[in-house]
């Protein structure tokens, strides 16, 4: 039992790590849309930002289907690639692109990734200790 209830929260953790991984790449595409006839540039920044955040939710997607079956011992690397994958795009957009596009979001911005890593985090317990 404790198990199965350890296996339905890291599937929720997945899950929450996916609606934020597509929220934030829709936050970020809606709003280089709106500033694009200003900068041409950011539509593209936006689309390689989309697709990473687009990777990083296929990642977690794949992992809740296929992760046990793929690799049994190992899918906490892949929530952690996929919590690296939210946070690089964060910072980029958050520092290095001009205009910030999250310069405002970024203090609890950094809590984005927190539910997947925290899935990894469940997932290494569970191998390691099982």
């Known amino acids: ?11 929720f953790l997945r ?3 996916i609606i934020n991984s597509i929220s934030l790449a829709a936050y970020i595409l809606l709003t280089s849309y709106l500033i694009s006839p200003f900068k041409a540039d ?23 289907f296929a992760g ?7 899918a906490w690397i892949a929530d952690i690639f996929a919590a690296v994958l939210i946070l690089a795009v964060l910072i980029y957009f958050s520092f290095i692109v001009q205009p910030e596009v ?16 925290l899935s990894a985090a469940f997932d290494f317990i ?3 200790c099982s």
Do not use: D, E, H
């Not at 920044?45 to 977690?60: E, K, R």
């Open 102 to 117: 999250l310069k405002w979001f970024m203090p609890l911005g950094l809590l984005l990734p927190i539910p997947v890593l």
């Open 1 to 11: 039992m404790k198990n199965k209830s350890l296996s339905a929260l890291i599937t």
């Open 15 to 17: 899950i929450l790590g």
């Open 68 to 74: 046990s079956r793929i690799y049994p011992k190992k």
């Open 42 to 64: 950011i539509i593209k920044q936006a689309y390689v930002g989309t697709a990473t955040l687009a990777a990083s939710s296929m990642i977690l997607i794949i992992n809740i």
């Open 126 to 128: 569970r191998k390691t």
